[in-house]
T-cell receptor
Framework: EDQVTQSPEALRLQEGESSSLNCSYTVSGLRGLFWYRQDPGKGPEFLFT???AGEEKEKERLKATLTKKESFLHITAPKPEDSATYLCAVQALAGANNLFFGTGTRLTVIP | EAGVAQSPRYKIIEKRQSVAFWCNPISGHATLYWYQQILGQGPKLLIQFQNNGVVDDSQLPKDRFSAERLKGVDSTLKIQPAKLEDSAVYLCASSPGWRNTIYFGEGSWLTVV
């Protein structure tokens, strides 16, 4: 059965204090691993898709990396506007094209 | 480009009442999804359509939930009768095709009292 575990559940950072969020996964054949950002009262906003181990993608202060068992979302010099819940999801090779989500990491960046 | 549109944004109903949510996907997107997100959890798939056919509804509680996608565009999700545990955000999402990025709407917030 597909499983996605995100850690930590919550993270408080000072502005400028870099850190990483973890997403460990179990899936019978990975088609893609997705990162989304979700602000309170909003739907998830797409950030990245990673398809194979060793792949990296960057967007502003965010960088996502992928290994065969986990993905990291690195946040460099975060700003208060980076505060949100970050969701990780996997998409399996077999079956329907849906996403299986973790429970998210709630990030708060303090000015 | 317009995103996924959902309505209503907020709804409060009493248990055993019925409610319906509407979704208009991004223009040209063949695949449409309904997800349920309970507070503090990640979204969970309820049903997936490819054009106007159902691809996966294995997680849809069919005794009370129903969904349709007429003409392969708009979709409606209905709950009847509602239970307290149905309180959640109902997210509609769409993607261009079978193996593309999935884009979400703002969600419809349901509170059952």
């Amino acid at each position: 059965e597909d499983q996605v575990t995100q850690s930590p559940e919550a993270l408080r950072l000072q502005e400028g204090e870099s850190s990483s969020l973890n997403c460990s996964y179990t899936v019978s054949g990975l088609r893609g691993l997705f990162w989304y950002r979700q602000d309170p009262g909003k739907g998830p906003e797409f950030l990245f898709t990673l398809y194979s181990a060793g792949e990296e993608k960057e967007k502003e202060r965010l960088k996502a990396t992928l290994t065969k068992k986990e993905s990291f979302l690195h946040i460099t010099a975060p700003k208060p506007e980076d505060s949100a819940t970050y969701l990780c999801a996997v998409q399996a090779l077999a079956g329907a094209n849906n996403l299986f989500f973790g429970t998210g990491t709630r990030l708060t960046v303090i000015p | 480009e317009a995103g996924v549109a959902q309505s209503p944004r907020y709804k409060i109903i009493e248990k055993r009442q019925s409610v319906a949510f509407w979704c208009n996907p991004i223009s040209g997107h063949a695949t449409l999804y309904w997800y349920q997100q309970i507070l503090g959890q990640g979204p969970k798939l309820l049903i997936q359509f490819q054009n106007n056919g159902v691809v996966d509804d294995s997680q849809l509680p069919k005794d009370r939930f129903s969904a349709e996608r007429l003409k392969g565009v708009d979709s409606t999700l209905k709950i009847q009768p509602a239970k307290l545990e149905d309180s959640a955000v109902y997210l509609c999402a769409s993607s261009p095709g079978w193996r593309n990025t999935i884009y979400f709407g703002e969600g419809s917030w349901l509170t059952v009292v």
